[in-house]
């Protein structure tokens, strides 16, 4: 197993105000106060600059304060696509950033000059900032997605279980209509035995990994195909120097007879900006 890295895109967020007034896109609070353009890199080709205030900085293109949407959803996910490419990119330049969600503007009053505008937001803002950006400095983004084969497992519980290995051989024993029942008494056990055992793993995975990590959250699962069930699903919030670690952790698990992992990453703290 090796770890894979893959995009990862930042859910549509809220516009800040729309309207005809001027404004400015933005991609994420950097860490630095520097005033620098990063070229013309940006949606549709804008050009990506930095609007500074003390020792953080706003990564923004200038835009007018409407909403990013488009009925070609091609087009829509191109611009999703770039996005965190911006991100990515400002994320290897500064080294942290806490990445905005696509969509998100920040708009000047009428004839307000709009850079000045994100100034006083970051001047309102700079507390809160500054400490999320001391919470994730240093530190990446994995995601990790553990799937399990549920008929390899129901072959070592059939194996393993006395229960149900009472089960199958009273079965077998029994003519023909009273062996059906048997049979359905077998599956309606089985199926509460990997139920435990699924809760089991889980609590002992999710340990394992919590040990190697600085924090995690459970997301959603993705259904697979048939043969393999998502038994996991986190991102992880992990100190660049110790990724292997939970690498080496991963690759335990991926030799477990019946399981799989996908680790993929690094990105910037996407699931990580908006708690304090």
Known sequence: MECVEETKVAAQGQVEAIG???????????????????????????????????????????????????????????????????????????????????GTIIKSDEGGDPQETVRAWLRQEYESLQKKIERVRGKAEYGVQIFWDPKIIAEMLMEESPHL???????????????????????????????????????????????????????????MDQEKQTLMNLSCLVYKERYTALGEELEKIEQMDGFSVRFTGPWPPYSFVSSG
Not at 52 to 78: R, S
Not at 195 to 205: G, I, L, P, Q, S
């Open 20 to 102: 005809q007034a001027e404004g400015n896109y933005l991609y994420g609070v950097a860490d630095g106060g520097e005033q620098t353009s990063l070229g013309k890199i940006g949606i549709e080709g804008h050009e990506v600059y930095t609007i500074p205030y003390q020792d953080l900085c706003a990564v923004v293109h200038k835009c007018p304060a409407q909403p990013y949407t488009m009925e070609d959803q091609a087009v829509l996910q191109q611009w999703v696509i770039t996005h965190h490419h911006v991100v990515h990119l400002a994320w290897e330049r500064f080294g942290t950033i806490l990445p905005s969600g696509f």
């Open 165 to 223: 290995k009472t089960l199958s051989e009273e079965g077998k024993a029994k003519p023909k209509g009273a062996a059906y029942l048997y049979q359905q008494r077998l599956e309606r056990a089985l199926k509460v035995e990997i139920e435990v055992e699924a809760a089991a793993y889980v609590k002992d995975f999710y340990q394992r990994i919590k040990n190697q990590v600085d924090d995690l959250r459970v997301e959603k699962t993705r259904k």
